[in-house]
């Protein structure tokens, strides 16, 4: 029972955006996750969730990911995360888990995957691609008169 606490805990925090509140040894974990993985751990974990979202019904007509892709990005990510509560971050962990309680898994994983969506998101690639898609449909008369009445107010 345990066991499935823990790992519900985990899938919650990589997966969750609810904001929880940490103690210090979830602090001590969440510093050791981030400080613990490189820029390709987070880019796989970046995919790994992004990969897990496109089977959302909402995007799965412009996202494709094969079924390999998507098993492959779960091995990887549960290797990772596996070397990161066994290894890197076993001291850590074990604190964080025996004063603070699961939940602590939860919030320690959803700063490490606020560290990789961030990496996501800052590439030029994909500023461009929303800015430049974005402000050719923006209706900039719209915004303007919003600004304005904004300003008289």
């Known amino acids: 029972m345990k066991n499935r606490t823990i790992k519900l ?4 925090g990589l997966l ?5 509140l940490a103690g210090p040894h979830g602090d001590d974990l969440s510093r050791c996750l981030v400080e613990s993985t490189n820029q390709a751990d987070r880019q796989a974990l970046a995919k790994w969730g992004f990969s897990a ?3 959302h019904p909402a995007v799965r007509s412009v996202v494709t990911v094969s079924e390999k892709e998507l098993d492959d990005s779960n091995k990887y990510t549960a290797e990772l995360l596996t070397r990161l509560l066994t290894q890197s971050c076993r001291s ?7 004063y603070e309680g699961p939940v602590t898994l939860q919030t320690s994983f959803q700063v490490l995957g606020q560290v990789a969506g961030r990496e996501l998101f800052s590439s030029p690639q994909v500023a461009i691609a929303m800015a430049t898609g974005l402000s050719r449909h923006l209706d900039a008369r719209t915004l303007a008169a919003l600004s304005s009445a904004m300003q008289k107010e």
């Open 16 to 20: 969750g955006s609810q904001a929880a």
């Open 92 to 98: 850590e962990a074990q604190k964080a888990l025996q």
């Open 9 to 12: 805990a985990l899938l919650l």
């Open 53 to 55: 979202a496109s089977q």
